[in-house]
């Protein structure tokens, strides 16, 4: 089967180019010409050309630069560390500490942004140098942060389920509603391991106990209220009808400089600084992504992903089976594209596989998330783990393996929902 | 030879089955000899490229929404203008007066039409009963071109955009409380979780087309060229067919899911946006020139 | 020639930024005007319909421009992405020859890309092809920053190269965001 070889002759080149230091979006870029020079008669150039045009000028994707922003502003403020301050004597006696503000504040944030990129970018920003300086160890601290922000995809809103819900024609709303319980199943889990391991590695955990009066903490917890009217504000904005979940981010943008007016931190020299950095951050995420669009197009092109998911149908498994094999199907191919990618290359193969194995569309949509969700912390191409190596300049491996434990605690929730299915269907049944 | 070809629309979308036919048709017709690879739901190209990926040479074939061209020119507009052609039989006279003129318009571009479908006539998704135009006035409605958003003024409705994905939730939070599509589109949006009246007012009958790239065309010999045509004219007919039991289907499929199903509209309302759609006609005959001409006077308006 | 070229590398960043200020201020311009809206059916009863004609379209634009303006910015920044575990642990001079290697491969993709998006640009030009939303924009106006901000990158791939060729090191050496290292003390003097 010419294929097989084909595929792994592209993963050598990946390899190859990733391994030697070529530029993430170079090498994605590399593979998909040479994937598309050897085995198609369509013009690389300009498919080239089209495809990151295409990919570059979308409405939606403009809150990704917007949400990054913010938490450049929110970094070069007092608010991050007010926010630390605030939350220590309340998350001081739970094992763990500070690591849970990474779980919950992504949660948080999962609310308010579709993508995990920008969540992690965000909170990432302001919880690494916080918890860095409060000696906390790297790895859960990156791990953390890495497996927590993927929850942006999950929570709603979120870009994939949008892009799921239109190529296999389920309701939005619907889908969004049925993220909800998933996902605190999720920040569950994630606080539950944090706690555990907290539990067995008290050494390694910095064991500052703050003896405060209770007065002492309700004055730090005031200092709260900035975060809060921010994450309301963004919030609102969306339930009061005057933003949609993309305004909402230039909501945020607004609100943080505001607030950071407010408490004294917002300088001309930091609003520069704010928006050179938010430039720089999003150009590398936006460069990789067109990288990965015109490597998805190309694969669309050579048709292999479609060849793999029928290889894939034409074993006619049992529906247990066809989800254990679909799972190690979307991880593997979730190493080298993006999750997105993987649906939109993919469905129109094996949806109706899946409906003809008597599986519920709208659980498969939660299912396909989370196993995205895994696609963003596996390398060598995994977003979440770019925008934490561009944050503490550790290389890949490093913030890959930090990540290692989120990823077996999604497949474990995986195996939850196929188990219980109906902690996704019920919302949605009873809305 | 193999040819890809990309389209906007979900595989489950009655366009993009009646494409996978065509393309079972073709392969058929010539024993093999042309293979079409259907590519949906913008996975190879998104919507707005798919045109120009044809043009270039990119890939051989695709389909898109032909009134998305109309800022290029008015003709690829004419069966997106509100109340022009409101039935099945108009939108049928209309693409035939229409035909001749897009083929010379998309001719200058190197493409040539095969064929065109239509989709269900467009109704009005609101969340009160609508009787009359008054009826409309400032509420907001969803306008994503320049026809729409005169539509509105017109109608004294409140313009707004919004993006297709972000509908449903548009319509809860209040930032948008009026659009039209079709019932296709309502009912695979499931449109009753944000909307409880459908108004069946027929306002246009909008149509998908499907083309080709005319160098890629001259490389097929006789018999290929004449297989293609036959299974496009058959994939037209195929195709129109199905848009009609499509809107029937499609707007029990919303009734039984408990939207107030209007139809027919009140007579008022029907008079009102008549008077509306003839005043957006004179607008259109100015901007659309001599080949606006062409297609009012081949349709016999 | 050295400063004409960093001159030319700020100002794409400049202008990047200034697109990414621009998308915000569209947007929030937007969200005012729907809270305007928001009041008036509060108050009236009915919306007034205030929309900045195709927003959505535009802040693409201006997405598509803040990202490629930046490319080159960024890169001397050192904030592109990449796999530095072979680099870091060779010897001087074979990281050198990777480093050439790593150069030349995107220095030639940097060209290729800017060779046909210029070809695209053309055609959209020539066609005069437009937007489909409210206002007809030619799509070449805001497909030239894509041309031009990939075409800086080449120009500062290149430049690289050659200094690292003549044993040089590149800009982008060492740079790049610590969060970790970095004491952060003096940035939140209480
Ligand atoms: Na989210
Ligand atoms: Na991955």
Redesign the interface.
């Known amino acids: 089967m010419s294929e097989i070889y084909l595929t792994v002759l592209l993963l050598l080149t990946l390899f190859v ?10 090498s994605l ?2 593979v998909g ?1 040479f994937g598309m020079a050897l085995f198609t008669d ?2 690389v ?18 809150a990704l ?2 949400f990054i ?1 913010m938490g450049e502003i929110l970094f ?1 403020s ?1 608010l991050s ?1 007010d926010m630390f301050s605030g939350l220590s004597p309340w998350v001081g006696k739970i094992p763990g500490k500070l690591l849970h503000v990474n779980i919950i504040g992504c949660g948080i944030f999962a609310a308010v942004s579709g993508s995990s990129a920008a969540t992690a970018a965000t909170i ?2 302001m919880s ?3 918890l ?2 409060r000696g906390y160890p ?1 790895s859960l601290m990156i791990g953390t942060l890495a497996g927590s922000a993927t929850l942006g995809l999950l929570i709603p ?1 979120s870009i994939i389920l ?1 892009v799921y ?5 389920q ?4 889908l969004f509603i049925a993220g909800v319980i998933p996902g605190l199943l999720l920040v569950a889990l994630f606080i539950g391991f944090v706690v555990v391991w907290a539990l067995f590695n008290k050494d390694k955990l910095p064991d500052v106990i703050e003896q405060l009066s209770f007065r002492e903490k309700i004055r730090r917890t005031r200092s709260l209220l900035p975060v809060i009217f921010l994450i309301s504000g963004v919030i609102g ?11 909402a ?3 945020g ?2 609100l943080a400089l505001l607030l950071s007016w407010c408490t004294g931190g917002l300088t001309r020299e930091s609003f520069m600084e704010g ?2 950095g ?7 995420i ?3 992504l ?1 990288g990965a669009a015109f490597l998805t ?1 190309a694969m ?2 050579t ?1 292999i992903p479609k060849l793999l998911a029928l290889w894939i149908g034409s074993l006619e498994l049992s529906p247990y089976a066809l989800l254990a094999a679909l799972t190690v199907f979307f991880v593997v191919l979730g190493c080298f594209l993006d999750g997105i990618s993987v649906v ?2 993919t ?2 193969v094996i ?1 109706p596989m899946v409906e003809q194995a008597g599986i519920d569309p709208l659980w498969f949509g939660i299912y396909i998330v989370i196993v995205v969700e895994m696609s963003q912390i596996t390398p ?1 191409v995994g977003f979440n783990l ?1 925008v934490l ?9 490093t913030v890959a393996k930090a990540a290692l434990p989120f990823f077996a605690l999604l497949l474990f929730a995986l195996g939850i929902i196929i188990a219980v299915p109906e902690l996704v269907t019920y919302l949605p049944n009873n ?1 | 030879d193999t040819w890809d070809m990309p389209t906007p629309y979900p595989d489950k979308t009655f366009h993009t089955e009646n494409i996978i036919e065509f393309a079972k048709d073709v392969e058929t017709a010539t024993n093999g000899a042309l293979t079409i690879k259907v590519h949906s739901a913008g996975s190879l190209f998104k919507h707005p490229e798919i045109k120009n990926a044809v043009r270039s040479g990119q890939v051989p074939v695709g389909e898109f929404f032909l009134s998305l061209l109309s800022n290029e020119h008015e003709a690829f507009g004419a069966d997106s203008l509100p109340f022009l052609a409101t039935n099945y039989d108009d939108a049928e006279r209309l693409w035939a007066a229409q035909k001749p003129v897009i083929t010379k318009l998309l001719d200058k571009q190197g493409l040539m039409p095969l064929y065109s479908v239509p989709w269900p006539p467009q109704g009005l998704y609101t969340n009160k009963e609508i009787n009359s135009v008054a009826d409309l006035k400032g509420l907001k409605f969803r306008a994503y071109n320049a026809t729409l958003e005169k539509f509105a003024q017109l109608t004294g409705a409140a313009p707004t955009q919004v993006e297709v994905p972000d509908i449903p939730q548009a319509y809860t939070t209040g930032r948008v409380e009026a659009m039209i599509t079709s019932p296709s589109t309502g009912a695979n949006s499931k449109a009753w979780d944000f909307v409880s009246h459908y108004t069946h007012i027929q306002a246009w009958v909008p149509k998908n087309i499907v083309v080709i790239n005319k160098s890629a065309w001259r490389k097929l010999d006789e018999a290929t060229q004449a297989a293609v045509l036959d299974a496009a004219q058959k994939a037209e007919q195929r195709g129109w067919a199905m848009s009609k039991a499509e809107t029937d289907a499609q707007i029990q499929v919303m009734q039984d899911n408990g939207v107030t199903i209007v139809n027919p509209p009140s007579e008022q309302l029907v008079q009102d946006l008549k008077a509306v759609g003839a005043e957006m006609l004179k607008d259109w005959k100015t901007a659309a020139g001599s080949e606006g001409e062409e297609i009012l006077s081949a349709y016999g308006n | 020639m050295r400063q004409i070229l960093n001159k030319l590398y700020q100002a794409s960043g400049w202008a990047a930024a200034f697109f990414l200020l621009a998308i915000c201020i569209t947007v929030i311009a937007q969200v005012l005007l729907n809270l305007i809206d928001r009041l008036s059916t509060a108050i009236t009863g009915e919306a007034i319909g205030l929309t900045i004609p195709s927003y959505g379209d535009f802040t693409g634009f201006f997405l598509a421009a803040s990202s490629f303006l930046a490319l080159a910015y960024t890169l001397r920044d050192g904030s592109h992405i990449r796999v530095s575990l072979l680099l870091q642990n060779l010897p001087q001079n074979l990281r050198r020859v990777i480093e050439i290697w790593c150069l030349v491969v995107a220095a030639t993709m940097a060209l290729f890309c800017t060779y046909y998006t210029g070809l695209l640009v053309h055609e959209a030009f020539t066609y005069n092809d437009l937007s489909t939303g409210m206002i007809a924009v030619p799509i070449w106006l805001p497909m030239t920053p894509m041309l031009v901000g990939l075409g800086i990158l080449a120009i500062a791939l290149l430049d690289e190269l050659v200094t690292v060729l003549r044993g040089g090191e590149a800009s982008y050496e060492g740079k790049g965001e610590n969060l970790l290292q970095q004491d952060h003390a003096d940035l939140h003097a209480e």
């Not at chain 1, 904005?237 to 305004?247: E, M, N, R, V, W």
């Open positions: 180019l990733l391994g030697s230091g070529v530029w993430v979006a170079f870029f590399g010409i369509a013009p150039g300009s498919v080239l050309a089209t495809t990151v045009w295409g990919s570059s000028n979308s409405w939606a994707l403009a630069p917007l922003w070069r007092r560390q990432g920003k690494i140098p916080e860095s300086k790297e809103p949008i819900g239109v190529a296999t024609e309701s939005i709303a619907r904005s969306i339930y009061l009808g005057i933003a949609s979940p993309t305004d981010a230039a909501v943008v607004v928006l050179m938010a430039t720089k951050t999003s150009c590398m936006a460069f990789i067109a197009v669309g092109f048709g939109v290359l469905t129109s949806m060598p770019f190596q561009s944050l503490t300049g550790r290389n890949i491996l809305m």
